[in-house]
């Protein structure tokens, strides 16, 4: 069976210019599989697969919020650090239209909008995180300070253990 080849999404391509170095997970895409779906295909920890969940301000203004696999993003947390009055996650085509990626392919990294990025603290302290390459079924691994270069993500401490 031939390897399949890496998909050429805007994260990648983004990854390159900024000649970032990152390992390719291709695995099969469960539909409502989640983290822990990608984490057990891969054989890691869900807590090292990072969630990018696109949510909106009481202003409808969206931004992107990276949460370790296993935990949940508390809203009224996040809206607290932030100082907004309230945080709604978005729907999924509210999602695609913002960050031009389908719902389950989802990357922080290069995104049609940009937006600001707001990453649970503990993720950047990982020696090595998985995030969503562009394509459903897709993870690249990379080391945390280079999302932290590449994005500069504010730093929250809003995770709830699911």
């Not at 822990?36 to 931004?63: C, F, I, N």
């Amino acid at each position: 069976m031939a390897k399949e080849k890496t998909p050429v999404t805007p994260a990648i391509r983004l990854l390159r210019e900024a000649k970032v170095s990152f390992s390719d997970h291709l695995y099969p895409y469960e539909e409502k599989g989640g983290t822990a779906s990608s984490a057990r295909a891969l054989g890691v920890d869900e807590h090292t697969v990072v969630k990018t969940l696109v949510m909106e301000d009481d202003r409808k203004e969206p931004l992107i919020v990276l949460m370790h696999g296993d935990r949940q993003v508390s809203t009224r947390e996040l809206a607290r650090a932030i100082g907004a009055r309230g945080i709604t996650p978005c729907t999924p085509e509210v999602a695609q239209k913002h960050s031009g990626y389908l719902v389950g392919g989802t990357s922080p990294l290069g995104t049609r909008k940009k937006m600001p990025v707001y990453s649970e603290a503990t993720i950047l302290e990982l020696p090595r995180i998985y995030l969503n390459g562009g394509k459903r079924g897709y993870l690249v691994g990379i080391d945390p300070k280079e999302l932290i270069r590449l994005l500069q993500p504010v730093p929250v401490s809003v995770a709830i253990t699911s």
